[in-house]
């Protein structure tokens, strides 16, 4: 049976997920993180050298907080964690494993007892647009321009292009968005091949390709309403920037007016539609991402909306046979600005360091050593994901789903990336609501023209609220 997502408290209540996973706390507003005239504290400090270009002092204890989800958390307990204990022996390191980041941090920041670093990830991660605007978040600027260990120049050169961008929050780099995902729909490519079957480069072969998944007894696609309905609308705002290119994405990040009811969304909006109204079985409403990522384990579903952590997520369900590929999603017509090559392909999971750690320095030089070689390689052995450091997976056997990922990205080039999305953490507010109204559009309670205006409205109201910090992005 079916069920739709719970509406959330808005954003001066309560902070990202705590409406869908814990709606028994106590609402706290964005003055709940302290005011953004308290001090910084950093902490104890040591001499500032080039091997150690923040000052950490040696013998500082270090809290690490990690998003334990489809990563897991023993690429922090068994590679980022010991290299920095390596480099500080006397300093003790408290490691905190937890798929409830604001459940577990909110209480803290407002308190003023807070962590050294955040793996601020998962569906009850942070908003860092509200943590930013009460002064919480430490500005990541001197970690981008430190050297890279075991190099010389700045760090930021060492990484892949957008990365600091995609971090920004107020025009200014809080966050470390880690890993370089690439978005499509995934498939098996063993089935797919024992089938004949091949990804489909438009809506109308996507149509027929369905259809032939269907006649085969599967479900052709599908995606978790239940907790995941953000899979979706990736694919919704992807479509819409194939139509008329990157700047849809820019003005709705924007809130500029009318963004929302573009043609090129309401197109990419209503062909979605069509799909879900054909091919969608409504129970996938009710489902959470590893019952239908399971299921397609299990040879029951096709084609699968993700990002590319989708295989070492699945990795202990997925049986040998199986084979993760990825396609880029399909042009909606033969006028789309951006090409079928073109994919989504950006920094994600963020990390920050909170503006009144104990021990700031130590925060910034872990995650210094996460973007160096060793860290960002070590990494990509222990997950099985690809990270913003250049070169840094080189000569290192990928998996199937990472090659396959690997392959579209650089097929699609430079010129056929699509840009991320920052409203979804700068205007919490809107993304859950569109989270509501794509699964409204998907399972046929709404049409695209409905879920554009009703996604405009909640965007006029998130524009005219005072309460809500506005950010900008020029790219």
């Not at 955040?118 to 500005?139: F, K």
């Not at 200014?172 to 995902?181: A, C, D, E, G, S």
């Not at 995934?186 to 079957?197: N, S, T």
């Not at 993304?431 to 965007?459: D, H, P, V, Y």
Request: hydrophobic share 40%; glycine share 10%; with cysteine.
């Amino acid at each position: 049976m079916s069920a739709a997502l719970p509406q959330k408290p808005t954003r001066r209540d309560v902070l990202r997920g705590l409406g869908i996973v814990a709606l028994t706390v106590t609402p706290l507003s964005a003055c709940a993180f302290g005011s953004s005239d308290s001090p910084s504290s950093s902490g104890p400090t040591g001499a500032v050298t080039p091997e150690n270009p923040f000052g950490v002092a040696a013998d500082a204890p270090l809290e690490v907080v990690i998003f334990k989800g489809g990563l897991g958390d023993e690429y922090a307990t068994g590679l980022h964690e010991p290299m920095y204990k390596k480099e500080f022996p006397n300093a003790a390191i408290k490691h905190v494993p937890t798929q409830q980041i604001a459940q577990t941090l909110q209480p803290r920041f407002a308190g003023g007892d807070v962590p050294d670093v955040v793996a601020n990830s998962g569906t009850d991660l942070m908003d860092t647009g509200v943590l930013q605007d009460a002064g919480q978040l430490l500005e990541l600027t001197k970690l981008f321009d430190a050297p890279p260990i075991g190099g010389s120049g700045k760090l930021r050169d060492t990484l892949l292009p957008g990365t600091v961008e995609s971090g920004l929050v107020g025009g200014k780099p809080y966050v470390l968005n880690y890993i370089f995902t690439a978005y499509g729909l995934w498939y098996d490519a063993e089935l797919f091949k024992a089938k004949g079957w091949q990804p489909a480069t438009t809506l109308e072969e996507l149509d027929a390709l369905l259809g032939k998944i269907k006649a085969a007894g599967l479900q052709p696609y599908a995606y978790p309403g239940k907790n995941a309905a953000y899979y979706q609308y990736w694919m919704i705002l992807i479509s819409a920037a194939k139509i008329a290119g990157n700047q849809v994405l820019l003005d709705i990040d924007n809130l500029k007016d009318g963004a929302w009811t573009a043609p090129a969304v309401k197109q990419a909006a209503e062909a979605w539609a069509a799909i879900g109204k054909k091919y969608l079985d409504p129970s996938f409403e009710g489902l959470t991402h590893t019952e239908v990522q399971t299921a397609q384990n299990q040879g029951r579903v096709g084609l699968y909306p993700c990002g590319s952590w989708l295989e070492n997520e699945q990795k202990d369900q997925t049986p040998a046979t199986f084979k993760y590929a990825v396609a880029a999603t399909p042009s909606i017509s033969a006028s789309d600005k951006l090409p079928y090559g073109s994919i989504r392909a950006a920094a994600g999971e963020g990390y920050i360091v909170p503006a009144k750690a104990k021990n700031a320095p130590g925060g910034l030089e872990y995650l210094r050593i996460m973007l160096s070689r060793e860290g960002a390689r070590g990494f990509t052995e222990k997950t099985g994901n690809l990270t913003v450091v250049k070169g840094a997976a080189d000569g290192l056997p990928l998996s199937p789903g990472n090659k396959s990922a690997a392959e579209a990205q650089a097929k699609a080039g430079d010129s056929g990336i699509i840009t991320y999305s920052l409203f979804e953490n700068w205007y919490k507010e809107l993304e859950t609501e569109l989270r509501s109204q794509t699964n409204a559009l998907m399972f046929g309670r709404i049409t695209g023209e409905q879920f554009c205006a009703n996604m405009q409205r909640k965007a006029d109201a998130v524009k005219a609220d005072p309460a809500v910090p506005k950010q900008n992005r020029a790219s």
